[in-house]
């Protein structure tokens, strides 16, 4: 029977939230590459991290020098790592729900920070419960509407954003300066901070997600495999992070943003996420901009500390063997690049993610994945892990494959949808090869040569050299895609969630909120 004393014990063993780690990256990754292979017979467990906000390219695991991510750095040696992996959606409700569902924000209605996600769609989580799995996130997931769970067991916290409709720009209004998504607002509080309201709710989720795994790992009879979703929120804007971790990069060489024109050559559209984000009213100094991405690089560490105390307790509780670890992001930011912060767009740093995936005795280690791939694959990676048949409809494909050699990927593709704020047209993206072709609705094409210009600096679309191409990635982009259909149905949307919340007292703070369990000093009897 477990009882206040036994899981004391268990929670004061070497490691606590504060506690003593391996003093060196080798060392931490030489306790915890494995420990023993995965079971067979029994489905892994899976604890899925996430960041927010967090673009590929300030992680050492994406080549990034100046970062400070050892533990990133090591679970990327005893993993894979994804080169191109995306967001379906580069904000941050339209690619949760996109992710969670295995399916493409157009046909979820996932149309921005203020979109239902609807109780009759079924996720990841639904599929793992029907599997046996208990699931329990910890942090953030920014889940609008009555359904607060979709699918989990358990929520350890509360969300840190509103559930409901606040956070709606209606197209009708053309595109207009937002204050809270801002660079006015943004690239404000840059420097140390001890406390606020991210690090509060990162701490707090971060805590009760060792208090989840602490408390998994006591005897229990039929005891089911576990699925635990940590999602933190740094280092999502505004930049700030405790002075300990802007102090390791006192003295740090801070990349800065490779020179660049007017982005509106690459596209008139980027003119919309200009004003939304006022950097047509304000262009940050080259201090505030390095300044900016130290802060950045900080808060990625902060992430990075906290991911090394879940491997290592993971390890010290004896279940990294067969758990499965996956690491991702919600979407980028452009951190700077072409003049951008934030995300609402396609380039790179936007709608890139890092993406991570360890699991002892099924996935190589120190594997490096080039293929395309994006949050949907996601939902049939985790059900092939759990050995449960998908019965509905998705857009993802497993990255099982492309793991453990069925598969090398040459025709994979990535599909993007977006319809939020720094819009106000409908936008797709087809990522294929070494393309990536992004439709505006109404407006000309991009087409960008990853290869020959990662950077992104030239817009090849209606270059005679690239005709083949174009015209192959024009009719990807137009299969089952109707701009001005989606464009209307998307400003009806608007209509209707603007008129609810006219209704005064309707969008209180408790509207839609969820339920949280206690911290356990009990009998759990959650998973019985």
Known sequence: MLTRRSLMQLAAGTVAATGARPKTAKAREDSNAGGAPALTGRPPNILFIMADQMTP???GPYGQRAAITPNLDRLAQAGAVFDNAYCNAPLCVPSRTSMFAGRLP????????????????PTFVHYLRSAGYHTA????????????????????????????????????????????????????????????GQID???????????????????????????????????????????????????????????YGDIRKLSPTYEWVRIVHGLDRETPSPQKVREARRCYLAMCTWVDDRIGQLLDELQRLGLAGNT??????????????KGQWFKRIYLEWSARVPLIV????????????????????????????????????????????????????????????????????????VRRGDYKYITVNGHPPQLY???????????AAGRSEYAAVERELRARA???????????????????????????????????????SLPLLADDAAWR
């Open 106 to 121: 157009a046909c979820l209605e996932a149309w921005d920070n203020a979109s239902e996600f609807k109780a009759d769609v």
């Open 358 to 429: 360890r699991w002892p005795g099924r996935v190589p280690a120190g594997k490096r994945v080039g293929a395309p791939v994006s949050l949907v694959d996601l939902l049939p990676t985790f059900t092939e892990g759990a050995g449960v048949a998908v019965r509905t409809r998705i857009d993802g494909r497993s990255l099982l494959p492309l793991l453990d050699g069925r598969e090398e990927g040459r025709d994979r593709e990535v599909i993007g949808e977006y319809f939020g704020e720094g819009t106000i047209e409908p936008v797709r993206m």
């Open 137 to 196: 996130v910890s942090g953030k997931t920014h889940f609008i509407g009555p359904d607060q769970y979709h699918g989990f067991h358990q929520r350890l916290t509360p969300c840190i954003y509103p559930t409901h409709f606040a956070f709606m720009h209606p197209w009708s209004k053309g595109p207009y300066w937002i204050e809270g998504t801002s660079i006015q607002v943004g690239l404000a509080k840059l420097g140390p901070s001890e406390i606020n």
């Open 324 to 337: 499965m670890v996956v690491f991702t992001s919600d979407h980028g930011d452009m951190m700077g690049e």
């Open 449 to 459: 040569d990853l290869k020959r210009d990662p950077d992104e600096t030239i817009n």
């Open 57 to 59: 390219f300030m992680t």
């Open 201 to 259: 709710f990162d701490e707090m989720a971060f805590g009760r997600a060792l208090e989840k795994l602490r408390h998994y790992a006591l005897p229990a009879n039929d005891k089911p495999p576990l699925f635990l979703n940590v999602s933190l929120t740094q280092p999502h804007d505004p930049y700030c992070a405790p002075r300990k971790y802007l102090e390791m990069y006192r003295n740090a060489e801070i990349p800065m943003p490779r020179p």
């Open 478 to 516: 137009e299969k089952d895609w109707d701009g001005p259909a989606l464009k209307r149905k998307v400003m009806a949307s608007h209509e209707e969630r603007d008129f609810l919340r006219s209704i005064k007292g309707y969008m209180g703070p408790n509207l839609w909120k969820p339920d949280v």
